[in-house]
């Protein structure tokens, strides 16, 4: 099994659409989780960080489930701007202070006009 | 902008050449990362540096030798390098939390070296 694992897509939605990525990990004793946004050979960004209750940045809900060690992105009325590959990140680190991040493959997402 | 700085962009160099990467963070952090990313691969941790010393060598071939003089600056040494160590090379730094635990401090990422080894 792999570690992170995404659907690597590409997602092709038409703007305004409302689009899910899901990820699984393999490691139960991950704590902290995150999404990140890599857009064609650039660094990768922090989107945002994933809590246990869920949580939402403006257009951006993460919902982590820890039973079934799986992780959404929920983007609602998608923007042109919002094509990229997001990285679904989680951190293998516990007790250890630093962190020693496992990233999917990521899945690409074309929003077209 | 970019809060770490990575130099230099692009590297093309010959198996038999001797080459540095550096890395270069002004916001604080006192973690350090390198990273490799394979076209079609998710992104590999290579060595992490903590508060100064290295706590993470994730199975890296002795080819690749980091360097952290401090936590502002990282290195990372190159020699003898194969056709496959082609890539993408990104360097990140992240807060530590000093009392152990773990830290979901975010990581903030360079915008990479890419390295073409001929």
């Known amino acids: 099994r792999k570690e992170v694992e995404q659907d690597p897509g590409p997602f092709n939605v038409p703007e305004g659409a409302t689009v899910a990525f899901n990820c699984t990990y393999s490691n139960s004793a991950s704590q902290s989780f995150f999404w990140y946004r890599q857009d064609c050979r650039k660094e990768p960004k922090l989107l945002m960080s994933v809590y246990s209750s869920g949580n939402e940045d403006g257009r951006f809900t993460a919902q982590l489930n820890r039973a079934s060690q799986y992780i959404s992105l929920l983007i609602r009325d998608s923007k042109l701007s919002d094509s990229a590959t997001y990285l679904c990140?989680?951190?293998?680190?516990?007790?250890?202070?630093?962190?020693?991040?496992?990233f999917g493959t990521g899945t690409r997402l074309l929003v077209s006009p | 902008e970019t809060g770490v700085t990575q130099t230099p962009r692009h590297l093309v160099m010959g198996m038999t050449n001797k080459k540095s990467l550096k890395c270069e963070q002004h916001l604080g952090h006192n973690a350090m990362y390198w990273y490799k990313q394979s076209a079609k691969k998710p992104l590999e941790l290579m060595f992490v540096y903590s508060l100064e010393e290295r706590v993470e060598n994730n199975s890296v071939p002795s080819r690749f030798s980091p360097e952290c003089p401090n936590s502002s600056h990282l290195f990372l040494h190159l020699h003898t390098l194969q056709p496959e160590d082609s890539a993408l090379y990104l360097c990140a730094s992240s807060q530590v939390v000093t009392t152990g635990g773990y830290s979901n401090q975010p990581q903030h990422f360079g915008d990479g070296t890419r390295l073409s080894i001929l």
């Open positions: 990140v989680v951190n293998w680190g516990v007790n250890t202070g630093f962190q020693k991040l496992v």
